[in-house]
Protein backbone atom coordinates (compact mmCIF):
# COMPACT_ATOMS: atom_id res chain seq x y z
CA UNK A 1 0.00 0.00 0.00
CA UNK A 2 2.82 2.15 0.97
CA UNK A 3 4.35 1.72 -2.57
CA UNK A 4 0.99 3.36 -4.45
CA UNK A 5 1.36 6.40 -2.15
CA UNK A 6 5.27 7.11 -3.05
CA UNK A 7 4.57 6.38 -6.50
CA UNK A 8 1.06 8.33 -6.31
CA UNK A 9 3.04 11.43 -5.43
CA UNK A 10 5.42 11.87 -8.03
CA UNK A 11 2.14 11.58 -10.84
CA UNK A 12 0.50 14.49 -9.15
CA UNK A 13 3.71 16.66 -9.64
CA UNK A 14 5.31 15.44 -12.50
CA UNK A 15 3.32 18.16 -14.84
CA UNK A 16 5.08 21.31 -13.28
CA UNK A 17 8.30 20.28 -13.87
CA UNK A 18 8.13 18.89 -17.44
CA UNK A 19 5.95 21.97 -18.22
CA UNK A 20 8.41 24.12 -16.55
CA UNK A 21 11.19 24.44 -20.02
CA UNK A 22 8.73 25.16 -22.30
CA UNK A 23 6.70 27.96 -20.55
CA UNK A 24 7.49 31.59 -21.62
CA UNK A 25 4.98 33.48 -20.30
CA UNK A 26 4.90 34.16 -17.00
CA UNK A 27 1.31 32.11 -16.13
CA UNK A 28 0.11 29.10 -17.38
CA UNK A 29 -0.74 29.63 -21.24
CA UNK A 30 -4.25 28.02 -20.42
CA UNK A 31 -5.20 31.32 -18.94
CA UNK A 32 -5.39 33.12 -22.34
CA UNK A 33 -8.47 30.25 -22.92
CA UNK A 34 -9.65 29.83 -19.65
CA UNK A 35 -9.89 33.83 -18.90
CA UNK A 36 -12.40 34.59 -22.09
CA UNK A 37 -14.33 31.37 -22.00
CA UNK A 38 -15.16 31.82 -18.09
CA UNK A 39 -16.05 35.39 -18.47
CA UNK A 40 -18.64 34.86 -21.62
CA UNK A 41 -20.14 32.66 -18.79
CA UNK A 42 -20.13 35.14 -16.37
CA UNK A 43 -20.88 37.96 -18.81
CA UNK A 44 -25.05 37.54 -18.75
CA UNK A 45 -25.15 38.01 -14.79
CA UNK A 46 -22.48 41.11 -14.77
CA UNK A 47 -24.89 42.40 -17.06
CA UNK A 48 -27.79 41.95 -15.19
CA UNK A 49 -26.31 43.54 -12.24
CA UNK A 50 -25.20 46.59 -14.38
CA UNK A 51 -28.62 46.90 -16.02
CA UNK A 52 -30.55 47.01 -12.58
CA UNK A 53 -28.63 49.41 -11.38
CA UNK A 54 -28.90 51.65 -14.97
CA UNK A 55 -31.39 54.79 -15.23
CA UNK A 56 -33.98 54.22 -17.69
CA UNK A 57 -33.20 56.29 -20.29
CA UNK A 58 -29.31 54.52 -20.05
CA UNK A 59 -31.04 51.55 -20.74
CA UNK A 60 -33.74 52.63 -23.16
CA UNK A 61 -31.31 54.12 -25.97
CA UNK A 62 -29.57 52.38 -28.61
CA UNK A 63 -26.68 51.57 -28.40
CA UNK A 64 -27.62 50.99 -24.59
CA UNK A 65 -24.90 52.31 -22.16
CA UNK A 66 -22.71 49.11 -21.65
CA UNK A 67 -21.68 50.71 -18.34
CA UNK A 68 -23.87 52.45 -16.09
CA UNK A 69 -22.89 56.18 -15.67
CA UNK A 70 -23.41 56.08 -11.64
CA UNK A 71 -25.56 53.75 -9.10
CA UNK A 72 -29.56 54.55 -9.77
CA UNK A 73 -31.50 52.34 -7.36
CA UNK A 74 -34.93 53.39 -9.43
CA UNK A 75 -35.28 50.27 -10.02
CA UNK A 76 -34.85 48.57 -6.81
CA UNK A 77 -37.30 51.14 -5.64
CA UNK A 78 -39.94 50.59 -8.04
CA UNK A 79 -39.93 46.81 -7.36
CA UNK A 80 -39.55 46.91 -3.54
CA UNK A 81 -42.56 49.64 -3.70
CA UNK A 82 -44.45 47.55 -5.42
CA UNK A 83 -47.33 46.03 -3.57
CA UNK A 84 -46.78 42.68 -5.37
CA UNK A 85 -43.28 41.58 -4.84
CA UNK A 86 -42.35 41.69 -1.46
CA UNK A 87 -45.34 39.23 -1.43
CA UNK A 88 -44.21 36.95 -4.18
CA UNK A 89 -40.67 36.59 -2.42
CA UNK A 90 -42.58 35.78 1.06
CA UNK A 91 -44.94 33.39 -1.18
CA UNK A 92 -41.36 31.63 -2.31
CA UNK A 93 -39.52 31.64 0.88
CA UNK A 94 -42.44 30.14 2.52
CA UNK A 95 -43.21 27.30 -0.15
CA UNK A 96 -39.12 26.98 0.11
CA UNK A 97 -38.52 26.47 3.59
CA UNK A 98 -42.15 24.18 4.23
CA UNK A 99 -40.54 22.27 1.00
CA UNK A 100 -36.74 22.14 2.84
CA UNK A 101 -37.78 21.39 6.36
CA UNK A 102 -40.76 18.40 5.76
CA UNK A 103 -38.63 16.35 3.26
CA UNK A 104 -35.54 16.49 5.71
CA UNK A 105 -38.20 15.34 7.92
CA UNK A 106 -40.36 13.09 6.50
CA UNK A 107 -37.18 11.63 3.75
CA UNK A 108 -35.01 10.66 7.41
CA UNK A 109 -38.10 9.02 8.60
CA UNK A 110 -39.13 7.01 5.92
CA UNK A 111 -35.58 6.34 4.89
CA UNK A 112 -34.81 4.93 8.19
CA UNK A 113 -37.92 3.12 8.05
CA UNK A 114 -36.93 1.56 4.96
CA UNK A 115 -33.00 1.15 6.17
CA UNK A 116 -33.60 0.17 9.51
CA UNK A 117 -36.95 -1.72 10.16
CA UNK A 118 -38.65 -4.88 9.05
CA UNK A 119 -42.43 -4.58 7.91
CA UNK A 120 -44.61 -6.48 5.99
CA UNK A 121 -44.63 -4.77 2.23
CA UNK A 122 -41.64 -3.10 2.76
CA UNK A 123 -39.87 -4.28 -0.57
CA UNK A 124 -43.13 -3.71 -2.65
CA UNK A 125 -43.45 -0.17 -1.32
CA UNK A 126 -39.54 0.94 -1.95
CA UNK A 127 -40.11 -0.68 -5.48
CA UNK A 128 -42.96 1.27 -5.67
CA UNK A 129 -41.62 4.65 -4.90
CA UNK A 130 -38.47 3.91 -6.87
CA UNK A 131 -40.93 3.48 -10.23
CA UNK A 132 -42.04 6.71 -9.19
CA UNK A 133 -38.86 8.64 -10.01
CA UNK A 134 -39.00 7.12 -13.71
CA UNK A 135 -42.75 9.60 -14.27
CA UNK A 136 -41.97 12.64 -15.61
CA UNK A 137 -43.84 15.75 -14.01
CA UNK A 138 -45.79 16.32 -16.86
CA UNK A 139 -47.62 13.56 -17.26
CA UNK A 140 -48.68 14.11 -13.61
CA UNK A 141 -49.38 17.71 -13.48
CA UNK A 142 -53.00 17.39 -15.25
CA UNK A 143 -54.18 14.69 -12.79
CA UNK A 144 -52.54 16.69 -9.86
CA UNK A 145 -54.21 19.70 -10.94
CA UNK A 146 -57.83 18.32 -10.76
CA UNK A 147 -56.69 16.49 -7.73
CA UNK A 148 -55.53 20.06 -5.84
CA UNK A 149 -58.74 21.42 -7.30
CA UNK A 150 -60.97 19.01 -5.80
CA UNK A 151 -59.30 19.24 -2.50
CA UNK A 152 -60.12 23.26 -2.93
CA UNK A 153 -56.43 24.24 -2.85
CA UNK A 154 -56.56 25.72 -6.56
CA UNK A 155 -55.25 29.42 -6.10
CA UNK A 156 -53.93 29.07 -2.50
CA UNK A 157 -50.11 28.18 -1.44
CA UNK A 158 -51.28 24.91 -0.69
CA UNK A 159 -50.94 23.74 -3.88
CA UNK A 160 -47.85 24.71 -4.33
CA UNK A 161 -46.71 23.27 -0.51
CA UNK A 162 -48.23 19.59 -1.17
CA UNK A 163 -46.93 18.44 -3.59
CA UNK A 164 -43.31 19.37 -2.66
CA UNK A 165 -43.09 17.69 0.93
CA UNK A 166 -41.22 14.90 0.48
CA UNK A 167 -39.58 13.61 -3.35
CA UNK A 168 -38.87 9.28 -3.17
CA UNK A 169 -35.70 11.37 -4.10
CA UNK A 170 -34.94 12.62 -0.59
CA UNK A 171 -36.45 9.04 1.38
CA UNK A 172 -33.60 7.29 -1.27
CA UNK A 173 -30.97 9.37 -1.02
CA UNK A 174 -31.38 9.31 2.75
CA UNK A 175 -32.18 5.56 2.93
CA UNK A 176 -28.77 4.51 0.93
CA UNK A 177 -26.83 7.02 3.56
CA UNK A 178 -28.40 5.07 6.11
CA UNK A 179 -27.49 1.82 5.06
CA UNK A 180 -23.81 3.15 5.06
CA UNK A 181 -23.76 3.57 8.68
CA UNK A 182 -22.58 0.80 11.10
CA UNK A 183 -25.26 -0.66 13.04
CA UNK A 184 -23.66 -1.13 15.97
CA UNK A 185 -23.90 2.77 16.79
CA UNK A 186 -27.78 2.37 17.02
CA UNK A 187 -28.00 -0.61 18.60
CA UNK A 188 -26.64 -0.23 21.42
CA UNK A 189 -28.69 2.68 22.29
CA UNK A 190 -31.20 1.09 21.02
CA UNK A 191 -31.24 -1.98 23.73
CA UNK A 192 -30.47 0.16 26.67
CA UNK A 193 -33.93 1.25 26.01
CA UNK A 194 -33.44 4.09 23.87
CA UNK A 195 -36.91 4.42 21.35
CA UNK A 196 -36.29 4.47 17.45
CA UNK A 197 -37.06 8.31 17.57
CA UNK A 198 -34.76 9.35 19.82
CA UNK A 199 -32.22 7.05 18.56
CA UNK A 200 -32.68 8.34 14.41
CA UNK A 201 -33.03 11.64 16.14
CA UNK A 202 -29.54 11.41 18.23
CA UNK A 203 -27.40 9.41 16.81
CA UNK A 204 -28.29 8.69 13.08
CA UNK A 205 -28.89 12.61 12.21
CA UNK A 206 -26.15 13.97 13.26
CA UNK A 207 -24.14 11.16 11.68
CA UNK A 208 -25.82 12.65 8.24
CA UNK A 209 -24.94 15.84 7.72
CA UNK A 210 -23.75 15.89 4.41
CA UNK A 211 -26.72 13.36 3.20
CA UNK A 212 -29.02 15.94 5.26
CA UNK A 213 -27.64 19.06 3.27
CA UNK A 214 -27.64 17.44 -0.19
CA UNK A 215 -31.45 16.95 0.46
CA UNK A 216 -31.92 20.22 2.20
CA UNK A 217 -29.91 21.92 -1.10
CA UNK A 218 -31.34 20.21 -3.81
CA UNK A 219 -34.86 20.67 -2.57
CA UNK A 220 -34.34 24.40 -1.77
CA UNK A 221 -33.05 24.69 -5.91
CA UNK A 222 -35.53 22.59 -7.36
CA UNK A 223 -38.73 24.78 -5.09
CA UNK A 224 -37.47 28.17 -5.37
CA UNK A 225 -36.51 27.68 -8.94
CA UNK A 226 -39.59 25.79 -10.27
CA UNK A 227 -42.21 28.13 -12.69
CA UNK A 228 -44.48 24.79 -14.55
CA UNK A 229 -46.24 24.15 -11.37
CA UNK A 230 -46.57 27.17 -9.69
CA UNK A 231 -47.87 29.01 -13.31
CA UNK A 232 -50.38 26.05 -13.15
CA UNK A 233 -51.70 26.06 -9.97
CA UNK A 234 -51.80 29.74 -9.23
CA UNK A 235 -54.23 32.19 -11.14
CA UNK A 236 -54.16 34.72 -8.42
CA UNK A 237 -51.59 37.62 -7.89
CA UNK A 238 -51.53 37.52 -4.53
CA UNK A 239 -50.32 33.67 -4.64
CA UNK A 240 -47.49 34.03 -7.48
CA UNK A 241 -44.37 33.28 -6.19
CA UNK A 242 -41.04 34.89 -7.03
CA UNK A 243 -40.82 33.41 -10.76
CA UNK A 244 -43.86 33.18 -11.51
CA UNK A 245 -44.35 37.04 -10.53
CA UNK A 246 -41.16 37.58 -12.66
CA UNK A 247 -42.63 35.84 -15.60
CA UNK A 248 -45.94 38.69 -15.60
CA UNK A 249 -43.87 41.00 -14.25
CA UNK A 250 -41.83 41.48 -17.30
CA UNK A 251 -44.85 41.48 -19.89
CA UNK A 252 -46.23 44.49 -17.92
CA UNK A 253 -42.99 46.57 -17.34
CA UNK A 254 -41.37 45.88 -20.62
CA UNK A 255 -40.40 49.98 -21.08
CA UNK A 256 -39.08 49.34 -17.54
CA UNK A 257 -36.19 47.02 -17.71
CA UNK A 258 -34.42 48.33 -14.84
CA UNK A 259 -36.92 47.44 -12.82
CA UNK A 260 -37.64 44.26 -14.34
CA UNK A 261 -33.90 43.58 -14.05
CA UNK A 262 -33.85 44.58 -10.28
CA UNK A 263 -36.67 41.92 -9.50
CA UNK A 264 -34.57 38.98 -11.24
CA UNK A 265 -31.96 39.67 -9.32
CA UNK A 266 -33.69 39.95 -6.22
CA UNK A 267 -35.11 36.39 -7.53
CA UNK A 268 -31.78 34.89 -8.42
CA UNK A 269 -29.98 36.55 -5.32
CA UNK A 270 -31.14 33.90 -2.45
CA UNK A 271 -30.05 30.85 -4.84
CA UNK A 272 -26.47 32.88 -5.71
CA UNK A 273 -26.06 33.50 -2.20
CA UNK A 274 -26.88 29.95 -0.90
CA UNK A 275 -24.21 28.60 -3.44
CA UNK A 276 -21.33 31.15 -2.79
CA UNK A 277 -21.53 30.42 0.78
CA UNK A 278 -21.91 26.57 0.56
CA UNK A 279 -20.48 26.32 -2.84
CA UNK A 280 -18.50 22.83 -1.52
CA UNK A 281 -21.21 21.37 -0.06
CA UNK A 282 -23.27 22.62 -3.27
CA UNK A 283 -21.34 21.16 -5.76
CA UNK A 284 -20.98 17.84 -3.77
CA UNK A 285 -24.30 17.85 -3.62
CA UNK A 286 -24.67 17.78 -7.55
CA UNK A 287 -22.24 14.80 -8.06
CA UNK A 288 -23.08 12.58 -4.60
CA UNK A 289 -26.96 12.95 -6.24
CA UNK A 290 -25.68 12.36 -10.06
CA UNK A 291 -23.03 9.51 -9.56
CA UNK A 292 -23.25 7.95 -6.62
CA UNK A 293 -27.06 8.79 -5.05
CA UNK B 1 -39.08 -17.71 14.79
CA UNK B 2 -41.80 -19.60 15.62
CA UNK B 3 -40.81 -23.01 14.44
CA UNK B 4 -38.05 -22.91 16.82
CA UNK B 5 -37.30 -25.98 19.34
CA UNK B 6 -40.57 -26.23 21.87
CA UNK B 7 -39.30 -24.81 25.31
CA UNK B 8 -40.08 -26.83 28.11
CA UNK B 9 -43.28 -24.84 29.20
CA UNK B 10 -45.97 -24.42 27.14
CA UNK B 11 -47.21 -20.99 28.90
CA UNK B 12 -43.46 -19.78 28.60
CA UNK B 13 -43.92 -20.39 24.71
CA UNK B 14 -46.79 -18.67 24.46
CA UNK B 15 -45.59 -15.29 25.97
CA UNK B 16 -42.31 -15.29 24.42
CA UNK B 17 -44.56 -16.24 21.24
CA UNK B 18 -46.87 -13.08 21.75
CA UNK B 19 -44.02 -10.65 23.38
CA UNK B 20 -42.51 -11.46 19.70
CA UNK B 21 -45.41 -11.15 17.75
CA UNK B 22 -46.50 -8.19 20.01
CA UNK B 23 -43.25 -6.48 19.15
CA UNK B 24 -43.49 -7.18 15.69
CA UNK B 25 -46.91 -5.54 15.37
CA UNK B 26 -45.43 -2.23 16.79
CA UNK B 27 -42.67 -2.08 14.39
CA UNK B 28 -44.77 -2.69 11.69
CA UNK B 29 -46.80 0.15 12.95
CA UNK B 30 -43.94 2.53 13.67
CA UNK B 31 -42.74 1.87 10.61
CA UNK B 32 -45.63 3.06 8.58
CA UNK B 33 -45.98 5.81 10.66
CA UNK B 34 -42.62 6.64 9.25
CA UNK B 35 -43.37 6.49 5.92
CA UNK B 36 -46.85 7.05 5.37
CA UNK B 37 -46.53 10.83 4.87
CA UNK B 38 -43.91 9.66 1.79
CA UNK B 39 -46.31 6.98 0.97
CA UNK B 40 -49.21 9.41 0.57
CA UNK B 41 -47.72 11.92 -1.19
CA UNK B 42 -45.17 10.27 -3.64
CA UNK B 43 -47.52 7.43 -4.46
CA UNK B 44 -51.01 10.04 -4.27
CA UNK B 45 -49.62 12.61 -6.61
CA UNK B 46 -47.81 9.91 -8.83
CA UNK B 47 -49.07 6.39 -9.12
CA UNK B 48 -52.50 8.32 -8.87
CA UNK B 49 -51.85 10.42 -11.74
CA UNK B 50 -50.22 8.04 -13.45
CA UNK B 51 -53.49 6.17 -14.33
CA UNK B 52 -55.11 9.09 -14.34
CA UNK B 53 -53.73 10.51 -17.14
CA UNK B 54 -53.76 7.19 -18.91
CA UNK B 55 -57.67 7.25 -18.47
CA UNK B 56 -57.70 10.99 -19.16
CA UNK B 57 -55.88 10.57 -22.39
CA UNK B 58 -58.79 8.37 -23.41
CA UNK B 59 -61.46 10.98 -22.66
CA UNK B 60 -62.39 14.16 -24.02
CA UNK B 61 -62.08 16.83 -20.87
CA UNK B 62 -62.01 19.93 -20.60
CA UNK B 63 -61.00 20.35 -17.08
CA UNK B 64 -64.82 21.72 -16.32
CA UNK B 65 -67.51 19.69 -17.34
CA UNK B 66 -68.30 15.89 -17.11
CA UNK B 67 -65.90 14.24 -19.72
CA UNK B 68 -67.24 11.92 -22.37
CA UNK B 69 -64.78 8.53 -23.27
CA UNK B 70 -63.46 8.84 -26.63
CA UNK B 71 -60.97 5.82 -27.26
CA UNK B 72 -57.86 6.23 -29.00
CA UNK B 73 -58.90 9.70 -30.99
CA UNK B 74 -56.85 11.89 -29.22
CA UNK B 75 -53.74 9.42 -30.19
CA UNK B 76 -55.23 9.58 -33.82
CA UNK B 77 -55.75 13.34 -33.35
CA UNK B 78 -51.92 13.46 -32.59
CA UNK B 79 -50.72 11.92 -35.86
CA UNK B 80 -52.81 14.09 -38.11
CA UNK B 81 -51.77 17.49 -35.98
CA UNK B 82 -49.21 19.60 -37.60
CA UNK B 83 -48.58 21.70 -34.56
CA UNK B 84 -47.75 18.31 -32.21
CA UNK B 85 -45.75 17.07 -35.59
CA UNK B 86 -43.74 20.47 -35.01
CA UNK B 87 -43.60 20.21 -31.80
CA UNK B 88 -41.88 16.75 -32.06
CA UNK B 89 -39.25 18.17 -34.40
CA UNK B 90 -38.79 21.51 -32.36
CA UNK B 91 -37.96 18.94 -29.52
CA UNK B 92 -35.89 16.91 -31.28
CA UNK B 93 -33.89 19.35 -32.73
CA UNK B 94 -32.84 21.19 -29.63
CA UNK B 95 -32.74 17.94 -27.70
CA UNK B 96 -29.82 17.17 -31.03
CA UNK B 97 -28.08 20.26 -30.62
CA UNK B 98 -28.18 20.93 -26.83
CA UNK B 99 -26.76 17.48 -25.30
CA UNK B 100 -23.56 17.10 -27.36
CA UNK B 101 -22.91 20.72 -27.49
CA UNK B 102 -22.98 20.75 -23.39
CA UNK B 103 -21.00 17.77 -23.59
CA UNK B 104 -18.55 18.55 -25.79
CA UNK B 105 -18.05 21.90 -24.19
CA UNK B 106 -18.37 20.31 -20.85
CA UNK B 107 -15.62 17.48 -20.71
CA UNK B 108 -13.14 20.16 -22.90
CA UNK B 109 -13.88 22.40 -19.71
CA UNK B 110 -13.27 19.94 -17.32
CA UNK B 111 -9.71 18.39 -19.13
CA UNK B 112 -8.71 21.73 -18.84
CA UNK B 113 -10.11 22.97 -15.28
CA UNK B 114 -8.09 19.52 -14.29
CA UNK B 115 -5.19 20.90 -14.14
CA UNK B 116 -3.07 22.40 -11.23
CA UNK B 117 -2.88 26.39 -12.48
CA UNK B 118 -4.33 29.52 -10.39
CA UNK B 119 -7.15 30.50 -10.28
CA UNK B 120 -8.78 27.25 -11.24
CA UNK B 121 -11.69 27.65 -8.25
CA UNK B 122 -12.85 30.94 -9.88
CA UNK B 123 -12.85 29.66 -13.38
CA UNK B 124 -15.25 26.93 -12.20
CA UNK B 125 -17.51 29.12 -10.25
CA UNK B 126 -17.86 31.30 -13.39
CA UNK B 127 -18.68 28.40 -15.63
CA UNK B 128 -21.12 26.64 -12.87
CA UNK B 129 -23.12 29.59 -11.74
CA UNK B 130 -25.39 30.00 -14.40
CA UNK B 131 -26.73 26.33 -13.97
CA UNK B 132 -28.41 27.26 -10.22
CA UNK B 133 -29.91 30.36 -12.21
CA UNK B 134 -33.72 29.75 -12.43
CA UNK B 135 -35.08 29.25 -16.25
CA UNK B 136 -37.31 31.68 -15.51
CA UNK B 137 -34.49 34.21 -14.14
CA UNK B 138 -32.42 33.17 -17.64
CA UNK B 139 -35.54 33.83 -19.66
CA UNK B 140 -36.04 37.05 -18.67
CA UNK B 141 -32.23 38.34 -18.62
CA UNK B 142 -31.83 36.88 -22.29
CA UNK B 143 -35.03 38.41 -23.14
CA UNK B 144 -33.52 41.99 -22.20
CA UNK B 145 -29.97 41.20 -23.54
CA UNK B 146 -31.91 39.66 -27.14
CA UNK B 147 -34.37 42.72 -27.15
CA UNK B 148 -34.21 43.25 -30.92
CA UNK B 149 -34.24 47.12 -30.45
CA UNK B 150 -32.78 47.91 -27.61
CA UNK B 151 -30.61 44.89 -26.62
CA UNK B 152 -27.19 44.60 -25.70
CA UNK B 153 -26.48 41.81 -27.89
CA UNK B 154 -27.55 43.98 -31.17
CA UNK B 155 -24.91 46.72 -29.90
CA UNK B 156 -22.37 44.62 -29.61
CA UNK B 157 -23.34 43.17 -33.14
CA UNK B 158 -23.57 46.53 -34.34
CA UNK B 159 -20.07 47.75 -33.36
CA UNK B 160 -18.65 44.62 -35.17
CA UNK B 161 -20.74 46.06 -38.07
CA UNK B 162 -23.19 43.30 -38.63
CA UNK B 163 -26.38 44.18 -38.72
CA UNK B 164 -28.99 43.84 -36.13
CA UNK B 165 -30.82 40.41 -35.81
CA UNK B 166 -34.06 39.33 -34.63
CA UNK B 167 -33.04 36.38 -32.06
CA UNK B 168 -36.09 35.33 -30.26
CA UNK B 169 -38.23 36.90 -32.46
CA UNK B 170 -36.57 35.45 -35.30
CA UNK B 171 -38.67 32.06 -36.92
CA UNK B 172 -34.98 30.77 -37.91
CA UNK B 173 -33.47 31.81 -34.84
CA UNK B 174 -35.24 31.28 -32.18
CA UNK B 175 -34.90 28.18 -31.51
CA UNK B 176 -30.87 27.89 -32.04
CA UNK B 177 -30.85 31.40 -29.11
CA UNK B 178 -32.58 28.61 -26.53
CA UNK B 179 -30.36 26.25 -27.58
CA UNK B 180 -27.37 28.91 -26.75
CA UNK B 181 -28.74 30.05 -23.61
CA UNK B 182 -29.25 26.32 -22.42
CA UNK B 183 -25.98 25.32 -23.16
CA UNK B 184 -24.44 28.57 -21.18
CA UNK B 185 -26.29 27.24 -18.37
CA UNK B 186 -26.08 23.67 -18.50
CA UNK B 187 -22.73 22.80 -19.85
CA UNK B 188 -21.61 23.79 -15.71
CA UNK B 189 -22.89 20.96 -14.82
CA UNK B 190 -21.40 18.91 -17.43
CA UNK B 191 -18.18 20.38 -16.54
CA UNK B 192 -19.04 19.41 -12.52
CA UNK B 193 -20.02 15.79 -13.41
CA UNK B 194 -16.61 15.25 -15.48
CA UNK B 195 -14.45 17.06 -12.86
CA UNK B 196 -15.77 14.34 -10.43
CA UNK B 197 -14.97 11.63 -12.62
CA UNK B 198 -11.74 12.50 -13.63
CA UNK B 199 -10.97 12.12 -9.91
CA UNK B 200 -11.33 8.82 -10.44
CA UNK B 201 -9.19 8.00 -13.50
CA UNK B 202 -6.05 6.09 -11.37
CA UNK B 203 -3.03 8.20 -11.13
CA UNK B 204 -0.67 4.86 -11.28
CA UNK B 205 -2.65 3.80 -14.57
CA UNK B 206 -1.52 7.66 -16.23
CA UNK B 207 2.05 6.87 -15.13
CA UNK B 208 2.04 3.64 -16.78
CA UNK B 209 0.60 4.89 -20.17
CA UNK B 210 3.68 7.52 -19.87
CA UNK B 211 6.31 5.45 -18.50
CA UNK B 212 5.33 3.45 -21.57
CA UNK B 213 5.60 6.56 -24.13
CA UNK B 214 2.28 7.40 -24.68
CA UNK B 215 2.16 10.99 -25.64
CA UNK B 216 -1.02 13.70 -24.45
CA UNK B 217 -3.32 12.82 -27.21
CA UNK B 218 -2.95 9.15 -26.52
CA UNK B 219 -3.23 9.38 -22.63
CA UNK B 220 -6.74 11.32 -23.30
CA UNK B 221 -7.99 8.87 -26.08
CA UNK B 222 -6.44 5.46 -24.51
CA UNK B 223 -6.45 5.68 -20.54
CA UNK B 224 -8.91 9.14 -19.33
CA UNK B 225 -11.48 8.40 -22.18
CA UNK B 226 -12.27 5.15 -21.25
CA UNK B 227 -12.59 5.81 -17.62
CA UNK B 228 -14.92 8.40 -18.25
CA UNK B 229 -17.49 6.35 -20.93
CA UNK B 230 -20.00 5.40 -17.83
CA UNK B 231 -20.15 9.17 -16.46
CA UNK B 232 -20.73 9.92 -20.41
CA UNK B 233 -23.44 7.61 -20.89
CA UNK B 234 -25.41 9.10 -17.47
CA UNK B 235 -25.13 13.00 -19.44
CA UNK B 236 -26.28 11.64 -22.21
CA UNK B 237 -29.62 10.12 -20.45
CA UNK B 238 -29.72 12.97 -18.26
CA UNK B 239 -28.90 15.65 -20.97
CA UNK B 240 -31.64 14.06 -23.07
CA UNK B 241 -34.34 13.59 -20.24
CA UNK B 242 -33.86 17.62 -19.36
CA UNK B 243 -34.12 18.21 -23.03
CA UNK B 244 -36.94 16.59 -23.71
CA UNK B 245 -38.66 18.25 -20.80
CA UNK B 246 -37.64 21.94 -21.62
CA UNK B 247 -40.49 24.07 -20.60
CA UNK B 248 -40.01 27.11 -18.24
CA UNK B 249 -37.37 28.96 -20.58
CA UNK B 250 -39.60 28.73 -23.95
CA UNK B 251 -42.80 29.54 -22.29
CA UNK B 252 -40.65 32.71 -20.42
CA UNK B 253 -39.35 33.65 -23.64
CA UNK B 254 -41.28 32.68 -26.78
CA UNK B 255 -44.32 31.31 -25.47
CA UNK B 256 -43.57 28.82 -27.96
CA UNK B 257 -43.24 31.57 -31.20
CA UNK B 258 -43.02 33.22 -33.70
CA UNK B 259 -44.72 31.14 -35.76
CA UNK B 260 -44.69 27.86 -33.57
CA UNK B 261 -40.85 27.99 -33.95
CA UNK B 262 -39.62 26.64 -30.48
CA UNK B 263 -43.76 24.96 -29.49
CA UNK B 264 -41.98 21.87 -27.47
CA UNK B 265 -43.71 19.37 -26.56
CA UNK B 266 -44.02 20.17 -22.97
CA UNK B 267 -45.59 23.61 -24.01
CA UNK B 268 -47.51 21.75 -26.22
CA UNK B 269 -49.22 19.90 -23.65
CA UNK B 270 -49.18 22.85 -21.39
CA UNK B 271 -51.29 24.67 -23.83
CA UNK B 272 -53.70 21.55 -24.59
CA UNK B 273 -54.81 21.27 -21.28
CA UNK B 274 -54.48 24.46 -19.00
CA UNK B 275 -54.93 27.32 -22.45
CA UNK B 276 -57.45 25.67 -25.09
CA UNK B 277 -58.95 23.45 -21.91
CA UNK B 278 -58.52 20.12 -24.14
CA UNK B 279 -57.12 18.43 -21.17
CA UNK B 280 -57.90 14.64 -22.51
CA UNK B 281 -55.85 15.46 -25.06
CA UNK B 282 -52.85 17.17 -23.50
CA UNK B 283 -52.78 14.06 -21.85
CA UNK B 284 -52.47 12.21 -24.60
CA UNK B 285 -49.58 14.09 -25.85
CA UNK B 286 -47.91 13.43 -22.68
CA UNK B 287 -48.03 10.01 -22.74
CA UNK B 288 -46.19 9.89 -25.60
CA UNK B 289 -43.47 12.20 -24.25
CA UNK B 290 -43.82 10.02 -21.37
CA UNK B 291 -43.15 6.70 -23.57
CA UNK B 292 -40.07 8.35 -25.02
CA UNK B 293 -39.03 8.84 -21.70
CA UNK B 294 -39.39 5.55 -20.48
CA UNK B 295 -37.70 4.07 -24.21
CA UNK B 296 -34.52 6.13 -23.47
CA UNK B 297 -34.95 4.71 -19.88
CA UNK B 298 -34.90 1.10 -20.57
CA UNK B 299 -32.90 1.54 -23.69
CA UNK B 300 -30.14 3.13 -21.43
CA UNK B 301 -30.48 0.03 -18.55
CA UNK B 302 -29.74 -2.19 -21.45
CA UNK B 303 -26.87 -0.54 -22.01
CA UNK B 304 -25.04 0.26 -19.16
CA UNK B 305 -26.37 -2.99 -17.23
CA UNK B 306 -27.34 -2.53 -13.32
CA UNK B 307 -26.62 0.64 -11.93
CA UNK B 308 -28.32 1.68 -8.99
CA UNK B 309 -27.42 5.34 -10.04
CA UNK B 310 -29.94 5.32 -13.12
CA UNK B 311 -32.84 5.45 -11.23
CA UNK B 312 -32.01 8.51 -8.48
CA UNK B 313 -31.35 10.64 -11.22
CA UNK B 314 -34.34 10.16 -13.44
CA UNK B 315 -36.23 12.35 -10.33
CA UNK B 316 -34.06 15.45 -10.86
CA UNK B 317 -35.44 16.07 -14.26
CA UNK B 318 -38.65 15.32 -13.41
CA UNK B 319 -39.09 18.70 -11.70
Redesign the interface.
Known sequence: MSA?TV??A???A???PVAAPRRRLP??P??L??MP???L??L??V??VL?SVMSNAE??????A?WPSGIDLGGYRYVLGNAMFPRWFANSLIVSAVAVA?NLV??A??G???AR????G?RV?MV???A????????????????M?RLGLIDTLGALI??S?????A???LRQFFLSLPRELEEAAWIDGCS?LRVLYLIVLPLSRPALSTVAV?TF??T?????WP??AINHDTQYTL??G??TF?GQHHTQ?AA??AG?VI??LP??LA??LA?KA??QS??S????? | MSSLPAPLTLSDHDRRHRTLRRRRRRETATAWAYILPAVLVVLGLSIVPFVWSLLLSFRADDLVTPSRWVGVDNYDALTQDPHFSQAVRNTLLYTALYVPLSMALGLFLALVLNRRIKLVGLYRTLIFVPFVISATAQGVLFSFILDPEFGAANSVLHALGISRQGFLTDPGQALLVLVAISVWSGTGFCVVIYLAALQDVPPSLLEAARLDGAGRWQLLRHVVMPTLTPVSLFLVLWQTINALQVFDLVYVTTKGGPLGSTTVIVYFVWEQAFKNFTAGYGAAAAYVLALALLAIGVASRLVRGRRPAGAVLVEGGAK
Open positions: TEAPAQRPAFSWHLLLSLFAPLWLSINRFPPLSFGLGYAFMRFASLAMLTMAIPFQLTMIPTFLIKIPLVTPFVFLRLLTWNDLTLIQLLTQWVMNTVVLFLQFIITSGLKG
